[in-house]
């Protein structure tokens, strides 16, 4: 039951839950609030910017002192595709083909073999690197259930931005 003070001044609770989120969310951004990537291995599928290369198993650790956008994705997945699409590659192509600073991987979920990854790499022209979640270490440490997910991990590797769903902007400083 709500006090009878607050149900005669429904403006002055609005007004202070609203000062209440506004200072929590200030405060986790001030003390660090962000987690902890956790770390992963995947296998690459080789293939980056029309090239082929050798297939490699890749860690999380070996883009430190970089800006990761983490791709959490499935082949089949048609949502995935858009984010790819619509998002990730006008922004690989744009900003970070070349860059030292920024990094996209796209990391199947879904345990998609490297060859069905690659395929879809040069159908869609998708030239960033694209990994398979070895022992499913990545769908269970970015609690990557639903699909697709773009988690965007810092130079010191904490996440500061997760977003489920399709996204059409990824702010990457």
Same mark, same amino acid.
């Given at each position: 039951?709500?006090? *009878? ?10 007004? @202070? ?11 986790? $951004? ?8 956790? &770390?992963?291995? +995947? ?14 198993? /890749?860690? %999380?650790? =070996? ?8 791709? %959490? $994705?499935?082949?089949? !997945? @048609?949502? !995935?595709?858009?984010?790819?699409? =619509? ?5 690989? &192509? ?5 860059? =030292? ?13 490297? @060859?069905?990854?690659? =395929?879809? #790499? ?30 965007? /991990?810092? #130079?010191?590797? *904490?996440?500061?931005?997760? +977003? ?5 902007? !990824?702010?990457?400083?």
């Amino acid at each position: 039951m709500v006090p *009878r003070f607050f149900q005669r001044n429904r403006v002055l609770l609005t007004v @202070g839950v609203a000062v209440l989120l506004i200072a929590g969310t200030l405060v986790m $951004m001030l003390t660090g609030g962000s987690e902890e990537a956790a &770390e992963f291995s +995947a296998t690459s599928t080789g293939y980056v910017d029309g090239v082929d290369g050798n297939r490699e198993t /890749i860690l %999380l650790s =070996d883009y430190r002192g970089q800006v990761v956008v983490l791709d %959490l $994705m499935a082949e089949w !997945c @048609g949502p !995935c595709k858009k984010v790819a699409s =619509d998002t990730l590659k006008p922004l690989y &192509e744009r900003e970070y083909r070349d860059s =030292d600073e920024v990094i996209i991987i796209s990391v199947s979920v879904a345990g998609d073999s490297p @060859g069905l990854l690659e =395929d879809m #790499q040069r159908e869609y022209g998708y030239d960033w690197l694209h990994v398979t979640d070895n022992d499913d270490e990545v769908i269970t440490g970015y609690n990557a259930q639903q699909i697709p997910k773009v988690v965007v /991990i810092d #130079q010191q590797g *904490r996440i500061t931005f997760p +977003a489920l769903g399709i996204v059409k902007h !990824c702010l990457v400083y």
